[in-house]
């Protein structure tokens, strides 16, 4: 069993940025790729980022490409989403997720453990 909590979300102009954290225990943490996923009021759960085990694949959403990093830092069982340049249309719940193996599917039906989520809002 793993366990996610998501923190770092709030609201932001747009232009501004915002990291979120995702910190997890329960398991070995480098044995997890890792996800962000989002859902916007009325709309389905959406990918984000995923990142393989290593940290050394990552995949974006075209939506957040060259906006959105990121990152994991195995020694601390964490995972960072650095969001800058936010455009009224990042507002979501953004939900951490995780999967055993070493690939990081797109999928949310590919993760078995979820956050809680946290909620961005970025105002025009």
């Known amino acids: 069993q793993v366990q996610l909590v998501e923190s770092g979300g709030g609201l932001v102009q747009a232009g501004g940025s915002l990291r979120l954290s995702c910190a997890a225990s329960?398991?070995?943490?480098?044995?997890?790729?890792m996800g962000w996923f989002r859902q916007a009021p009325g709309k389905n759960r959406d990918f984000v980022a995923v990142?393989?085990?290593?940290?050394?694949?990552?995949y974006y959403a075209n939506s957040v490409k060259g906006r959105f990093t990121l990152s994991r830092d195995n020694a601390k069982n964490t995972v960072y989403l650095q969001m800058n340049s936010l455009k009224p249309e990042d507002t979501a719940v953004y939900y951490c997720?995780?999967?055993?193996?070493?690939?990081?599917?797109?999928?949310?039906?590919?993760?078995?453990?979820w956050g809680q989520g946290t909620q961005v809002t970025v105002s025009s």
């Open positions: 997720a995780a999967r055993e193996g070493g690939t990081a599917p797109l999928s949310t039906a590919s993760y078995d453990y």
């Open positions: 329960g398991r070995t943490f480098s044995n997890y790729a």
């Open positions: 990142i393989t085990w290593s940290g050394g694949s990552t």
